[in-house]
C-alpha cells in the first residue's frame, strides 16, 4: 500500500459524492512495471474514507495496469438523494369558460361563467411527499430535501377541510382562482353594455351590468339581476329580483321575469312577469305585465296592452283622452285567466271525444270477437277510452288547482291617483267593467259582486 501511497491521491468532489484517483508526477516518470493486487488498493480506498459506492471495474482496471488508464479515473460514486413530489392542487370542478360549439351553438353563447353550488367540492390539496435519502462515497446519509408544499389560500366563501384536504365553497356564485387563492363571488359583474365580448349570461348568482342590455341577448341569473342602463328587445330570467335603473324599451319582444320583485323606470312595449311585486317609477306603456302582487306605479301612466295583478294596482293614469283600448285585471293574472280558458276549451273537447268513444264502445259490444276487424276496432276503442280518460282527469285537477290558487279577489282593489279614461277594461275575477267615462281619483272595489268605484279624498 506504501507504494500505493507514493504515486497516487485520492480526492473528493460534489459534496463527496465523488471520489476519484489521481497519479503523482513521480508515476509518469516510473520506469518499472506496477503490480498492485487489489485488495491492497481496497485498503487505500478505506485508508482514504472511501467506502461506499466503489465501482469495481476502475479498481480492477488500477489492479490489472495502472499504467494503461487516463487520470484521472472514477474510483466510487455515491447514491444521490431523491427529492420528494411536490404538492399539488388540482381542481375538482370545470373551470373551462369556452362555449361548446354544436349544432344548435347561438352565436351570442360566447363564454361560461364557472359556477359552484354551495357546499360543492371544489379543488383538492395534496401535501408534497418525503423524499428518499442517499449516501456520499464516506458512507454518510445524505438527506434528501422534501417536496415544495403547494400553497392555496381559501379566500371570500371558500372553506378547507383538513380531514380531507379539501375547499369547500360556502355559498352559490363565480369560482375564481388568482394562483394564490381559491375563491367564490356570489355576483357576476360586467363593466359595461352588455356586447359579443361576453356574449349572453347565465349564472348561478347575481348579475351586475354597468350598462345596457342591447337586443337579442340574454341574460339569467338564479339571484337578482341589477342593470344600471336600459334594455332593449332583450330577455331577462332572474331567480330573485330584477333592478333596471332606467327601463325597457322591448319592441313587443323584449321579455322581464323574475321570481320576486321587478323595479325599473319604465316598461314599453315589453312582457313582463313578477313573481311578487312591480315598482315602475314612470309609465308602462302597451306591454302585457303579469304581476302575481301588488303594482305600485304612482307617478306613471298606463296606456295600453294588459296588466294583471294578484292584490293590488296604484297608478296615476289609466288610459288615455283618446280612449287606447287598456285592461286592468285584479285577483287573478291575465296569464291563469289564459290557461285556464285553454283548460276549460279542452275539457269539453275531450268530453266530446269521450262521449263518442262510449258510444263506439256501445256499438261494438254487440257484434263478435270472431271477425278479427272488430276484436281490433275493440282494442284501439279501448285505449283510447283510457287515454282520454285520463287526459280528462289531469286536466279536471289541474283545474281545480288553478282555481285553489287564485285567492280571493275580494282582497284586490285599483287605486288612480289621478284619471282612468275611457275605453279602459276593469275586470275582478270573472266581473268585467267597460269604463264609458272618465274617472278622477277613485278606488275601484268588487261589492257583492259588483265591481264599485269610491271617490278618493
Known amino acids: ?59 480492477a482496471q488500477l489492479a490489472g495496469d495502472p499504467t494503461s488508464i487516463d487520470y484521472p479515473i472514477v474510483i466510487a460514486r455515491g447514491l444521490q438523494p431523491e427529492k420528494g413530489k411536490d404538492g399539488k392542487f388540482a381542481f375538482l370542478v370545470d373551470l373551462n369558460e369556452e362555449m361548446k360549439k354544436d349544432k344548435d351553438w347561438n352565436f351570442r353563447e360566447i363564454m361560461t361563467i364557472p359556477s359552484v353550488n354551495k357546499g360543492e367540492k371544489l379543488a383538492k390539496l395534496v401535501h408534497p411527499e418525503v423524499g428518499t435519502d442517499g449516501k456520499n462515497v464516506m458512507g454518510h446519509v445524505v438527506k434528501a430535501p422534501q417536496g415544495k408544499a403547494k400553497s392555496v389560500l381559501p379566500g371570500k366563501n371558500v372553506l378547507f377541510n383538513e380531514a380531507d384536504n379539501c ?3 360556502a355559498e352559490d356564485g363565480q369560482l375564481s382562482y388568482t394562483g394564490r387563492k381559491i375563491e367564490v363571488f356570489p355576483e357576476y359583474y360586467v363593466h359595461d353594455t352588455l356586447s359579443m365580448k361576453t356574449g349572453n349570461l347565465d349564472f348561478i348568482g347575481t ?19 341589477k342593470i344600471f342602463g336600459m334594455v332593449e328587445a332583450a330577455t331577462i330570467i332572474a331567480g330573485g329580483s330584477i333592478y333596471i335603473s332606467e327601463g325597457i324599451a322591448g319592441q313587443d319582444k323584449g321579455r322581464l321575469e323574475a321570481r320576486e320583485n321587478i323595479q325599473l323606470g319604465y316598461i314599453n312595449q315589453a312582457k313582463i312577469f313578477a313573481g311578487n311585486d312591480l315598482y315602475v317609477e314612470n309609465s308602462i306603456l302597451h306591454s302585457e305585465c303579469v304581476v302575481r302582487g301588488h303594482v305600485f306605479s304612482q307617478q306613471g301612466n298606463i296606456i295600453g296592452g294588459s296588466l294583471s295583478a294578484g292584490k293590488t294596482i296604484e297608478a296615476k293614469d289609466i288610459g288615455t283622452k283618446l280612449h287606447t283600448k287598456t285592461e286592468i285585471i285584479l285577483g287573478v293574472n291575465k296569464r291563469a285567466a289564459d290557461k285556464e280558458q285553454a283548460l276549460k276549451q279542452k275539457k269539453i273537447e275531450l268530453e266530446e271525444m269521450l262521449r263518442k268513444l262510449k258510444m263506439l264502445g256501445d256499438k261494438l259490444a254487440t257484434q ?13 276503442q279501448k285505449h283510447s277510452l283510457e287515454k282520454v280518460t285520463s287526459e280528462l282527469n289531469e286536466i279536471t285537477d289541474e283545474l281545480a288547482e288553478l282555481n285553489a290558487a287564485m285567492g280571493d279577489i275580494r282582497d284586490t282593489q285599483l287605486i288612480v291617483r289621478n284619471f282612468i279614461y275611457q275605453n279602459v277594461t276593469v275586470t275582478f275575477g270573472k266581473y268585467k267593467r267597460v269604463m264609458t267615462t272618465d274617472y278622477h281619483y277613485v278606488q275601484f272595489n268588487l261589492f257583492n259582486n259588483e265591481i264599485a268605484v269610491q271617490q278618493l279624498f
Open 167 to 169: 375547499y369547500y365553497a
Open 1 to 59: 500500500m506504501d507504494r500505493i501511497k507514493k504515486y497516487f491521491r485520492v480526492r473528493f468532489k460534489d459534496n463527496n459524492m465523488l471520489a476519484e484517483v489521481h497519479c503523482t508526477d513521480a508515476f509518469y516518470v516510473l520506469k518499472e512495471k506496477l503490480q498492485v493486487d487489489m485488495s491492497s488498493w481496497r485498503e487505500f480506498l478505506t485508508a482514504n474514507k472511501v467506502v461506499y459506492g466503489i465501482q469495481f471495474q476502475a479498481l
Open 368 to 380: 263478435s270477437d270472431s271477425n278479427p276487424n272488430v276484436r281490433i276496432s275493440k282494442l284501439r
Open 207 to 225: 348579475i351586475i351590468i354597468h350598462g345596457d342590455v342591447p337586443t337579442g341577448f340574454t341574460v339569467k341569473a338564479d339571484g337578482d339581476v
